[in-house]
């Protein structure tokens, strides 16, 4: 007679981390656009990057037991990121538009670990500084200069960038997220316009982080380069600077909104 008490099966376990993985991803991005969205405001918020918003969640209540838990999601999602770009469980195929996708899906795997990395370095350190740009996008930079054919490799990270902005904007255009997602046609009516408007915002976001970089690269100057931070410094800049950070703050709470509903409503099948 067999066990009735089987073990979880693999893609269930792996499945379990992928949502969460979109859930951490998605509370990262509603932490940044809604703290964004008060300083837009003049409401005590403080318009700050991933890291930044991750170190405001120490101050709240159970502060190190949210961040534990979105360390873990987050190394979740990296996970389910390298098995995506090597297993191709969205069948990008093996052409230069898809293995260009799956490139693009182990750097953001590793983005999003690196990413793990720091909150855990927050809880232990309690509270103490994330080491300003060392870890950031400066960083980045400061390390490819340090390289043979140092801006080079800037300038093609900032085309990259920007390629991928491009594509994060197209995304939201056509919808294409569409085939990932299991929703009724109810809730897509109302869902749909915030994941478009959020996809968008963020493809914004890595147009000018790709821009930040080609500067970087033209001036030889890594100092030049920049992330999430810098870009809402330069909108705060502009004329209307509010109305453009409170904009771009509202397009990332709605990406966030998209990632949390890819938790739930995303088709993760690691066996496909």
């Known amino acids: 007679m067999a066990n009735s008490l089987s073990r979880p099966d693999q893609g269930d376990i792996i499945a379990l981390f992928a949502r969460a993985g979109y859930a951490a991803r998605g509370l990262v991005y509603v932490l940044v656009g809604g703290l964004a969205a008060l300083a837009a405001l003049g409401e005590g918020g403080e318009a700050t990057d991933s890291r930044g918003a991750l170190e405001s969640v120490l101050s709240a209540p159970l502060g190190q037991v949210w961040l534990g838990a979105m360390a873990i999601g987050l190394v979740g999602y990296a996970m389910w990121r390298c098995i995506q770009a090597i297993k191709d469980t969205d069948h990008h195929g093996t052409d230069t538009k898809g293995i260009t996708v799956r490139a693009s899906l182990l750097v953001s795997a590793g983005i999003h670990l690196m990413l793990a990395s720091f909150v855990v370095r927050l809880i232990f350190a309690f509270g103490g500084s994330s080491g300003g740009s060392e870890g950031g996008s400066q960083g980045v930079a400061h390390w490819l200069m340090k390289q043979p054919y140092g801006p080079w490799l800037v300038g093609a990270l900032g085309v990259i960038l920007i390629a991928v902005g491009l594509a994060h904007a197209a995304k939201g255009w056509k919808m294409s997220f569409d085939r990932h997602l299991d929703m009724s046609s109810t809730m897509q009516r109302w869902t749909y316009p915030i994941c478009r408007f959020g996809l968008a915002t ?71």
Do not use: H, K
Request: aromatic share 18%; charged share 15%.
């Open 202 to 272: 963020r493809g914004v976001i890595f147009l000018f982080i790709g821009a930040f970089f080609i500067i970087a690269a033209y001036s030889v100057n890594p100092n030049e380069a920049g992330g999430l931070a810098e870009v809402f410094d330069t909108l705060r800049n502009q004329p209307f600077g509010p109305w453009l950070l409170g904009f771009v703050a509202t397009g990332l709470f709605a990406f966030g909104i998209y990632s949390l509903l890819e938790s739930v409503y995303r088709r993760v099948n690691p066996d496909s």
